[in-house]
């Protein structure tokens, strides 16, 4: 022991690597319901990234990265993964269906080059835990009654401990049987994820990319509860989900896309149920990569970015499909809520007041004008720019990029 009474044998570099934060880890995070455009961001910047992590979240998660007109969904594999040079990492975090990720493995392998030699390039933390069969069969059961008892939470919740989900069937040798199959091919592949990530941080200077999967709005803690995930999808997950001390967080960057979707039940604002929602769903292909759902549509909601923003602090943003809104003569922005004519200056927690809430928005003109080829910010039209530039000054936030179409190339950067 020193004098002072601390050890530096329990740090593993000796004392330095307590006063040097080491490298640090930029962070990708969907800023609305999900399906922002993750993935994309994601692949744009893995192609300069030595380690690409998940930390929360699983094959729940859909990704879709679409590269040299090849499309690949990425459900519990950090979309990074097709990077050869990459280190894809699997953090303690993320619940893990083993059949599930061996599945979407070998269907993306057999799209293209992307995924060679994956099972070399993935480590997944000793922490993290396994999910069965009758994990997602409950799960779709607990879904059911929520869907059958909409807004009558304290019978759904009854009816959650009244019944042992009777109607569920376990082939348990079955299970267990096919479970080992696979035991084999994962060893290699674990190790102490807590250390491995503080030899990382601390070791060389190295890129380190985390991959956020679901979004802000559906956070365990700050969602739309009870309609959210089981995870935190804010910038705390990052922490929690990989072992690694805030100190080492450093860009945090929010997908936003240029309108606003939602999957299943629960309160959506500036949601439209009409032919301009109808307009945006087709045009913007709608529909889940993992349930297939067509997702609900409707304008930019600002407010509901800006209370992401609080909790995730973005220090720039990415602005997906802006596309997707090439044929309307005008889009609307919903930038503040009033209940009972007075206008509210926070997100509501509570799903009913939300459901009750009057939007207030800005109409700004289209641009009429297919923007898919446009390659840099001066290419865009001037409405197309200033639309970009409103939802800056509204959040005070950077855009950083602006995606206008589905292929890598269709990302424009600003800075």
Same mark, same amino acid.
């Given at each position: ?6 050890s530096?044998a329990l740090?593993? @570099?000796?004392?330095? $690597?307590?006063r ?10 969907g800023?609305?319901w999900?399906?922002e455009g ?5 692949d ?9 992590? !998940?930390?929360q ?6 990704h879709?990265?679409?590269v040299d007109?090849?499309?690949y969904?990425?459900h519990?594999?950090p ?5 050869? +040079?990459?280190t894809?990492?699997i ?8 059949p599930?990720?061996f599945e979407? /493995?070998e269907?993306n392998?057999?799209k293209?080059k992307g995924?060679?030699g994956?099972e070399k390039?993935l480590?997944?933390s000793?922490r ?12 779709g ?7 059958e008892? /909409? ?6 919740? $009854?009816?959650q401990?009244k019944? *042992? ?12 049987? !096919?479970?080992k199959?696979?035991i ?7 190790r102490?994820g807590?250390?491995?990530?503080y030899?990382a941080?601390?070791g060389?200077?190295?890129k380190i ?10 956070d365990i803690?700050f969602?739309t ?12 997950g990052?922490c ?6 805030p100190? @080492? ?6 997908v936003v ?5 939602r999957?299943?039940?629960? $309160?959506?604002?500036? &949601?439209?149920?009409?032919?301009i929602?109808?307009?945006?769903q ?8 993992t349930t ?6 409707g304008?930019?909601?600002?407010v509901l970015?800006?209370y $992401?923003h609080? *909790?995730n602090?973005?220090?720039a943003?990415?602005?997906? +499909?802006l ?5 309307f003569p005008?889009?609307?922005v919903g930038i503040a809520?009033? *209940?009972?004519?007075k206008m509210?200056p926070h997100?509501?927690?509570n799903?009913e ?6 939007v207030?928005? &800005?109409t700004?003109p289209?641009? @009429?004008?297919?923007?898919s080829?446009?390659r840099?910010?001066d ?5 197309a720019? @200033?639309?970009?530039r409103?939802?800056e000054? &509204?959040?005070g936030?950077?855009? +950083?990029?602006?995606g206008v179409?589905?292929?890598r190339?269709?990302m424009?950067?600003?800075?």
């Amino acid at each position: 022991m020193s004098e002072n009474g601390s050890s530096s044998a329990l740090i593993p @570099n000796g004392e330095g $690597a307590s006063r040097h934060p080491g490298n640090k880890v930029t962070v990708v995070l969907g800023a609305q319901w999900g399906d922002e455009g993750k993935g994309k961001v994601v692949d744009l910047l893995a192609q300069d990234a030595d380690i690409v992590c !998940r930390c929360q979240g699983g094959n729940n998660a859909g990704h879709t990265v679409v590269v040299d007109s090849v499309e690949y969904d990425f459900h519990l594999l950090p979309s990074g993964i097709i990077n050869p +040079k990459v280190t894809a990492f699997i953090g303690n975090g993320v619940v893990i269906h083993l059949p599930g990720l061996f599945e979407e /493995a070998e269907k993306n392998v057999k799209k293209g080059k992307g995924l060679e030699g994956w099972e070399k390039r993935l480590i997944i933390s000793d922490r993290a835990h396994i999910v069965f069969d009758f994990h997602q069969a409950a799960d779709g059961i607990q879904e059911q009654q929520r869907q059958e008892q /909409a807004g009558k939470k304290f019978k759904v919740l $009854a009816n959650q401990y009244k019944s *042992i989900y009777p109607t569920l069937e376990i082939d348990i040798e079955g299970e267990l049987k !096919r479970l080992k199959g696979y035991i084999e091919r994962i060893k290699p592949m674990v190790r102490d994820g807590v250390y491995f990530m503080y030899e990382a941080l601390h070791g060389p200077p190295k890129k380190i990319l985390v991959e956020g999967a679901n979004a802000a709005l559906l956070d365990i803690d700050f969602g739309t509860y009870p309609f959210v995930t089981s995870s935190n999808c804010t910038v705390g997950g990052v922490c929690t989900g990989l072992g690694i001390p805030p100190q @080492n967080v450093g860009e945090v960057y929010g997908v936003v896309k240029a309108y606003t979707t939602r999957v299943g039940i629960g $309160a959506f604002p500036t &949601e439209q149920d009409n032919e301009i929602g109808e307009l945006l769903q087709t045009r913007g292909k709608e529909v889940g990569v993992t349930t297939g759902r067509k997702r609900r549509c409707g304008w930019l909601d600002l407010v509901l970015l800006r209370y $992401a923003h609080m *909790i995730n602090g973005f220090t720039a943003l990415a602005l997906t +499909k802006l596309d997707i809104l090439d044929v309307f003569p005008e889009i609307k922005v919903g930038i503040a809520y009033k *209940i009972n004519d007075k206008m509210i200056p926070h997100f509501p927690a509570n799903q009913e007041v939300l459901n009750k809430v009057e939007v207030q928005y &800005e109409t700004l003109p289209g641009w @009429n004008r297919d923007i898919s080829n446009a390659r840099t910010f001066d290419d865009l039209p001037v409405h197309a720019q @200033n639309y970009v530039r409103f939802i800056e000054m &509204e959040l005070g936030v950077p855009v +950083k990029w602006i995606g206008v179409g589905k292929s890598r190339e269709s990302m424009i950067r600003l800075f």
